[in-house]
């Protein structure tokens, strides 16, 4: 059973920072593509950021994020991921899932993650 566990969620002050991972345990298969969603209180999930793997990987990010996070994974951990948050704001809390495909896609969404809260003070 493929499991993805993310880490590094907490309470932060607004403008501060904050980094998420994100790995894949048990019987996982290669993924092509990794990605952050989010899901505030009463507010539709999100996508925050995309990539999807190879020799050059190709990213994408939710406008609302866009010069602030930057998705990378790690080039040595198969199937790990993480997002580097930066000048995070109130707007920013919710709670984050990592999710995985075996498709190179954007849409990614064969696997998900139980999901971390972030929280950001004003």
């Known amino acids: 059973q493929v499991q993805l566990v993310e880490s590094g969620g907490g309470l932060v002050q607004a403008g501060g920072s904050l980094s998420l991972s994100c790995a894949a345990s048990g019987s996982a298969p290669s993924f092509n593509s990794m990605a952050w969603y989010r899901q505030a209180p009463g507010k539709q999930r999100e996508l925050v950021a995309a990539?999807?793997?190879?020799?050059?990987?190709?990213?994408?990010y939710g406008d609302a994020v866009k010069g602030r996070f930057t998705i990378s994974r790690d080039s040595t951990a198969k199937n790990t991921v993480y997002l580097h948050m930066n000048n995070l704001k109130p707007e920013d809390t919710a709670v984050y899932y990592c999710?995985?495909?075996?498709?190179?896609?954007?849409?990614?969404?064969?696997?998900w993650g139980q999901g971390t809260q972030v929280t950001v003070s004003s």
């Open positions: 999710a995985a495909d075996q498709q190179p896609t954007f849409a990614v969404a064969d696997y």
């Open positions: 990539i999807i793997i190879g020799k050059l990987p190709l990213t994408k």
